[in-house]
Structures are given as C-alpha cells and as structure tokens.
C-alpha cells in the first residue's frame, strides 16, 4: 500500500468512528443518513491530508489526537 493509500485509509477510519459515535447519541435517522451522504465517498481530503503530513513531519507523538484534528477539519 502507497502512503497516500495509507494516509487515505487513516482518515476514512477516523472519519467513520467517529460517525459511528455520533450516530450513536439520540439523533434522528434522517439527521445521521444526511451526514454519512455530505462526508462519504470523500474526495481527495486536502485538508486532513496536510494535518497529517505536517503530524508526521513533527514526530507526531499522539496519533488519536492527529487523527481527531484531522477528522475536525
């Protein structure tokens, strides 16, 4: 697997934890499909690209916190 499969694949997993938490509290289910169809599929991702990039470049000693920030943005 290349490092930007790698790096893709870490995103879509934060993103999809965290979706499942947030499914998991009382929101109505029109609420939750709205969300799954805005974030997934997702598209080239610049943005948590670049947060994990620059991450990695500072020796990323927390990756939950990483992936959490990313996610974020």
Same mark, same amino acid.
């Given at each position: 697997?290349?490092? &930007?499969?790698? *790096? #893709?694949?870490?995103?879509? *997993? !934060? =993103?999809? #934890?965290? =979706?499942? $938490?947030?499914?998991?509290? @009382? !929101? +109505? +289910?029109?609420?939750?499909?709205? *969300?799954?169809? &805005?974030?997934? @599929?997702g598209? &080239?991702?610049?943005? +948590?690209? =670049? %947060? =994990?990039a620059?991450?990695? !470049? %500072?020796g990323?000693?927390? +990756?939950?916190?990483?992936? $959490?920030?990313?996610?974020?943005?």
């Amino acid at each position: 697997m290349t490092k &930007a499969n790698n *790096i #893709q694949e870490r995103i879509n *997993i !934060a =993103l999809s #934890q965290t =979706l499942r $938490s947030a499914k998991d509290s @009382p !929101a +109505p +289910p029109k609420v939750a499909a709205a *969300i799954d169809y &805005a974030v997934f @599929p997702g598209g &080239a991702r610049v943005r +948590p690209r =670049l %947060c =994990l990039a620059v991450a990695e !470049a %500072c020796g990323e000693d927390f +990756p939950k916190i990483t992936d $959490s920030a990313a996610v974020a943005i």
